[in-house]
């Protein structure tokens, strides 16, 4: 590349007063200003051509403001908007969407496979503990219960459901079903014991409580400080924070009251009588 020095580049004039050779005549060169010949406007131009998968492409970048607005919501506006107004008149051109909603996409399209593992191994494993395919349904009730926990924190929170969100409610399913594997299983040992479905169950929501309760809380306790830390660091983790919390204590006050009911329908329709 051969241009003039960066000192003559700053001002049209020195392009206006630029002289070009015209040839030579005998034997000697000559000038003349290019106004002269050509005539200069200005006009916005590209330095350089981007492609994408063989496509003309140009590159817009924008950071969002998170006090401000939702990227989610912005990119819905974006689209919306590409649709309406630029896409009638020009069919041929596409718009995508990259960078870190790239990213979340892809995470999202793992948790779409990550989470049905979770719940499956989950269930074969509860299914060898309690040697039934029925009961670990039964226990596993309790993981809507935590995501509909995990949804009202968000919202009490302020928060938005990020894919942080999302792998926290993955994570919350394994620990909710502790609370019902350790009540079932109590339920369980007192009717193997001869006594009634019923009792059994009231004895169970009764003598399993503090254990239940102490386990939750203090777990709820540990995430606390965490969804009230204002550090950059921590700003990510909160909606995590905010889906294990909630959903634990929501789950838990639903899980003493609904899966001891659930096991006592399980075990009338299957025509368990005491003892068996």
Do not use: C
């Amino acid at each position: 590349m051969v241009r003039y020095p960066e000192s003559f580049r700053e001002s049209v004039y020195n392009l206006e007063s630029m002289w070009i050779p015209t040839g030579t005549v005998v034997g000697q060169r000559r000038w003349i200003p290019l106004r002269q010949i050509a005539e200069l406007s200005e006009a916005d131009g590209v330095t350089s051509l981007y492609r994408s998968q063989n496509s003309r492409a140009v590159t817009v970048y924008a950071n969002v403001d998170d006090q401000q607005g939702n990227t989610s919501d912005i990119l819905k506006g974006v689209q919306k908007k590409f649709d309406e107004s630029i896409r009638p008149d020009h069919p041929n051109v596409n718009i995508e969407f990259l960078g870190s909603f790239e990213e979340m996409r892809k995470s999202f399209a793992g948790l779409k496979l990550a989470f049905p593992v979770a719940l499956l191994l989950i269930y074969m494993m509860l299914a060898g503990l309690f040697r039934s395919y029925g009961q670990p349904l039964v226990v596993m009730m309790a993981i809507p219960f935590g995501f509909q926990g995990a949804i009202i924190g968000h919202l009490l929170t302020n928060n938005p459901i990020t894919i942080l969100s999302l792998i926290g409610m993955v994570a919350l399913s394994g620990i909710l079903v502790n609370d019902s594997l350790v009540l079932v299983d109590f339920i369980n040992s007192r009717v193997r014991k001869g006594v009634d479905h019923f009792e059994a169950s009231i004895d169970g929501a009764k003598l399993r409580l503090r254990a239940i309760l102490l386990t939750t809380l203090t777990t709820a306790a540990g995430l606390t400080p965490l969804m009230f830390e204002t550090s950059f660091q921590a700003k990510f983790m909160i909606p995590m924070a905010v889906t294990l919390t909630f959903g634990l204590i929501f789950a838990t006050g639903l899980t003493l009251v609904i899966v001891p009911a659930l096991n006592l329908i399980f075990m009338e329709l299957r025509g368990q009588t005491p003892g068996e």
